[in-house]
């Protein structure tokens, strides 16, 4: 004969380990669930990051106020590189804009650099150099305007950046850069200088991270966004 009770407490034990049961694979779920979020994160903030188009190679090149720069001296910094010269009627006044609202977007960000580079070194001497960046207002200790030997020149930009630059003379069709934002050219198609009026972003492992028309404004947000992302990576 069954002792009084014994269904009750049948049925409560039963309750107990049917709760526990439900504890332990709701935990379980939500570990899961927990596990998978966090993976959707990771891949989101992977697949946000700037993809990588090549290494720069190593460069030497003077500044206007004298010093010499260096891919070393970028190496651990964040980096946004554009072609221009000084005497430029086109869009070269207008990347210098550009780049002095970057500085002053960035003015916070202390890893960040900006680097100009002069096409047509054989005019733009450092002094000029100087009277240049003074017209943007440039943080000489993080704005550098560069000079050098032109076939140098020429080749880093062609090779090591990969931006179009066509020599004085040198007849070619505009149609050979892509859409017209891409270049900036002077004059007429066989104008004496030819080059590439988009901004380079360069990451602290001299890694080439992005290209972005600097005539165009949500090119520009976006290089502000990608540099945000590359401050962040380690």
Not at 93 to 101: D, R, T, V, Y
Not at 205 to 222: M, V
Request: net charge positive; proline share 6%; charged share 30%.
């Amino acid at each position: 004969m069954a002792k009084p009770g014994t269904p009750v407490l049948e049925k409560a034990l039963w309750g107990a380990l049917v709760l526990v049961l439900v504890l332990v694979v709701g935990t379980g779920v939500r570990s899961v669930l927990r596990e998978r979020a966090t993976a959707r994160l990771k891949l989101a903030s992977e697949s946000a990051r700037p993809p990588i188009h090549g290494v720069v190679p190593d460069f030497s090149f003077s500044a206007g106020s004298g010093r010499r720069v260096e891919r070393v001296d970028l190496l651990g910094k964040i980096w946004i590189v554009n072609l221009f010269y000084t005497h430029c009627p086109d869009t070269c006044p207008l990347q210098g804009a550009e780049m002095a609202k970057l500085q002053a977007d960035l003015s916070t960000e202390p890893d960040v650099r900006l680097v100009s580079i002069t096409v047509d070194p054989a005019r733009d001497t450092p002094e000029r150099l100087s009277r240049y960046a003074g017209r943007f207002k440039a943080d000489l200790e993080r704005w550098f305007f560069l000079t050098g030997e032109r076939e140098a020149i020429h080749r880093f930009a062609k090779e090591g950046l990969r931006l179009p630059i066509v020599d004085p003379g040198e007849k070619v069709r505009a149609r050979t850069f892509g859409p017209a934002p891409a270049a900036a050219h002077h004059g007429q198609v066989s104008a004496p200088l030819v080059h590439s009026s988009r901004f380079v972003l360069v990451d602290r492992k001299a890694r080439i991270r992005g290209y972005y028309e600097s005539t165009d404004r949500e090119s520009l947000l976006r290089l502000l966004e990608d540099v945000k992302a590359l401050l962040r990576e380690e």
